[in-house]
């Protein structure tokens, strides 16, 4: 009974040789045919593969799954060839000892006894290593396999890591090519034979070797195996193969299944720098490169691999600021995912990459951005290589996304996708695809390929592309004219229906899934007129659709999910026209999720359920599902285990789309808006809400928003999130030991104040909302009011956008001294004091426009310390009220310097601080200003101000920096600071500041 490769592995590790040489003689002949196939020539894959079955026995207790064996020796082995191929390129000595006629008379006499015995095989050999050279390469690999490796197809799925079906579809497609010259394929390559030493030689060696830990070191071999094996190669490389036919043929088919290595008594000298030529073998050509330029350059022989060794580590900047473990959350920007073939999650934030943990509790950052490379999506995954762009680069990393190394420049743009073949590399934008086949170190622009057959197959090349996959090795791009493939054989419409548009596309294993449906763009006119939807029948008739593919789209089933399939029924997606919702939900579309046979359909109030590829569904039942606005893609690790990211975080489900929950442990990608030190607590202002630190920042607690039942339900967001986006729109401001927090809604504005404990903002109580509604309410209540057809006021409310939002953002902005609190609400500053039940209009009205530069979501600029109120306008015009806002008047001559508007005001006492955007000036009575600078003079660009008892400290990316108060200048503190600066704080001597990407750093005044 044949042992298994657990059993055998087992055996060999407790001391039985003999196990090991099952193993050899097991995989010795698919080990060969590999390496044979990856490096060119026969004899010499004879010697790597017993190299690699060395390297294996000594790495034996490395393998953590014994069942993986086959697939952990693919690994080894390909990396073997390419340490090879590298090595291979350095020139080596050459005999020059013999005369030339001595040589060419050896060289005839050897030429001659074996062209005599080829020469009937030879018209065949020749045949059938063109025919090969035509294959894709993940065919040709599957194809020598099979007849040279002699295996079945799901021996090759172990091996490759791939699936059975994966193998047998690619063996039938190379079947298919080869057509009629199979036999011959299978007769050439199956009549090579793999030298019986082979497993002697390993058996021979591993005598001498206990299987254990690799410390590091490469496999060796006895000395006289490697220096047979360095005058082979000398042989082989070290004069070029225009003399290499003085001695044989070069190997390739027409190879000797024995190695027969000639020794002559001759002195070594080193050769001459030559040019290597491309040898005419089986198996990738190996031509060095020239590097003469990106874009646009002439493509090398395509030879994917991961070359970085050579590559240039770029070194991440260092900072004495210490980054804390919060605020947790991705308002820093949205978070792209990717997921490997191994299961392995990744997620590529503006801080940096982070991995979820094994236990997938949380995510780990395992390598920061830095100011010189941030990372980008698309990844992509190749050859044990991940690869990640970066706004100028492609990177690359071997060791699980820890370090990354240059590959090379990439073209400019926001890629959405980088497909790896085994041919090329492809980088999709919207309006631009670019392809490479040197692993990514130049690319070659091919939309001019796409619009030329467009133009001749289908008129006017106008198109935009919508998404694109990659299966085996043909690339399928999606747009708004249809769905394209592109292989080595060149483009090629695909008839999918009758599909204007492609939504989206997902390959698995065996099979291509598309949904497609309408462009929507041409009917956004239709919308805006028609609010009850009287128009917009039409577009029923066009549903999103899914459709699979088996064969490389060359034919399509339509696997949309229909109610009594089979008796006249309608789509799920399809919904009457008298919804109200009816537009939202027909922009959203579907989202489409496929891992092996489970699909899963999310849409508007469906969730399809199918565990057969879409041949059959169930109706998970689950209302309107929590994704159904999401337009951004879910990754699936497994069946039931989802993620998927937009701007709002992540969100996880268990439960195969069933049910989401927020998902952000571990992930410190959150833009901090502000940051407070209240008795010897920092709190962190983001727009997922504010958190508290008792321990410097090491741990972060929510605080949470005491808010009513009926509040609460009327604000939760058709999203992921379980709790009402309460914080989307604050303020925060701190008066006598106390915080307090407004937010601006659609229709009002909230106050709230942080409660003795710290950990819960409660409603400011009693205090009176506003009389006038806001702009977004104006225009709900003419909606309702209007007659039937109100496409003039769609058009007018459309219009008036702009100012619908900058209301939102900046409504609520106020300052607060002891009882009495200034807030603006619709460009108007108004007054409340705890004993007064209505607002107090002040009779300061902001009517000027916003400086280019300046911050979108302020309006007025304010700062009070009892009487003394200051406001700035948009423009950057100053009005002071020595009187709580009864009375104003504009000092703006006074301010000793020019700029274009304000970032923020402080006092400190009696001091007012005012920082704009060419410096700050202060002033104890409005009249009498000074503008403090470094002792050379020059205005320091300070973006915030902080007080800590005595000490004003300014911060911008230059440093920090603290006023010296005799003379009112800034002394420079610390070095540059490589982040975004949003908020800062000093507590204790502990300096914090808030970025834009990277949440909250800290840095002791003791460290300076």
Known sequence: MKNSDVELIQRTLAGDQGAFSALVRRYQKPLHALVWRKIGDFHIAEEIAQDIFLNVYKKLQTLKNPNRFAGWLYVIAT????AWLKKKRIPMASLDAMTPDELEELAYAQYHAEQQEEIVGEKHREVVKHLLQKLPESERTVVTLHYLGDMTCEDISKFLGVSPNTVKSRLHRARKRLKKEEHRVREVLGGF????????????????????????????????????????????????????????????????????????????????????????????????????????????????????????????????????????????????????????????????????????????????????????????????????????????????????????????????????????????????????????????PMMQDLHAYITETDGSPDISISDAVALDNAVFIGTNRGLYRVTTEGWKKLSVYRAELINSLIATEDNLYVTVGIDFTQFADLFEESRNLDHSVEILKFPPRVFRSTDLGDTWVDLSPIEGKGTGGRLWMELPPTDDDFRLQMFSGIQLVAVGKKLVVMGSGILLHSDNSGDTWTNMRVGRNALSQSVFP??????????????????????????????????????????????????????????????LGKSWTSVRVDAGDDDVKKRVLQKKQTAPDLLSHAEIARTNGSLYVSNSTTDKVELFRVSSDGGVLKPVRRMPVFIEDTLEVEWQKRFKNAPRNVSEISRQRKADMPRIMEERLTNGGFTIADNTVFMEYRRKLFRWHRSERRWFDTGLVDATERARGADTSKGFTLATSDTVVYAGKRNGSLFRSLNSGDSWKEITVNLPFSFAYFKDMVFDGTTVYLITDQGVMNSRDGINWSAPTDTDGNRIPISRIAVDGRSIYGVCNQGVYRIAPPTDTWIQMSSEIPYKITAFAVDRGIFYIGTRHSGVLRLHLNEL
């Open 634 to 695: 879910v990754v699936a690790l497994d069946e039931n285990n989802f993620y998927t990211s937009d701007i709002s975080g992540i969100a996880r489900s268990t439960d195969a789309g069933i049910s989401w929950h927020s998902f952000s442990n571990g992930m410190v990608n959150s833009h901090v808006r502000g940051l407070f030190t209240l008795e010897n607590v920092l709190y962190a202002f983001t727009p997922e809400g504010i958190v508290k630190s008792t321990d």
């Open 193 to 444: 034979q793999l030298s019986a030493a082979l497993a002697e030689n390993v058996l021979r060696e591993i005598a001498h070797i206990k299987p254990i830990t690799p410390a590091g070191s490469k496999p060796w071999l006895p000395w006289a195996v490697a220096a047979s094996t360095t005058i082979f190669v000398i042989l082989l490389t070290g004069s070029g193969t225009q003399y290499l036919a003085r001695f044989q043929q070069p190997y390739s088919l027409e190879a000797r299944s024995e190695t027969t290595v000639e020794l002559v008594d001759t002195s070594l000298v080193r050769a001459s720098k030559r040019k290597l030529s491309v040898r005419n073998q089986f198996g990738n050509t190996d031509t060095p490169g020239k590097n003469i330029g990106n874009v646009g350059r002439k493509e090398d022989t395509p030879q994917i691999a991961a070359d970085l060794s050579i590559q240039k580590k770029v070194p991440l900047i260092k900072s004495r600021w210490v980054p804390t473990n919060g605020p947790e959350g991705t308002s820093g920007g949205r978070v792209g995912l990717f997921a490997t073939s191994t299961r392995k999650l990744y997620a590529v934030a503006a801080r940096g990459i982070y991995r979820l943990t094994e236990n997938a509790n949380a995510w780990t950052l395992i390598c920061e951005s830095s100011p010189g490379r941030r990372f980008q999506m698309p990844m992509a995954e190749w050859d044990d290589s991940l690869y990640v762009l970066t706004p100028n680069e492609l990177l690359a990393s071997t060791d699980e996304g820890e370090t990354w190394d240059s590959v090379g420049t990439r073209p400019k743009g926001r890629a959405f996708e980088l497909l790896i073949t085994d041919e090329a590399f492809y980088l999709v934008f919207e309006k631009h695809i670019f392809r490479s086949g040197d692993v990514g170190k130049s690319w070659i």
């Open 79 to 82: 990396r073997r060839c390419i």
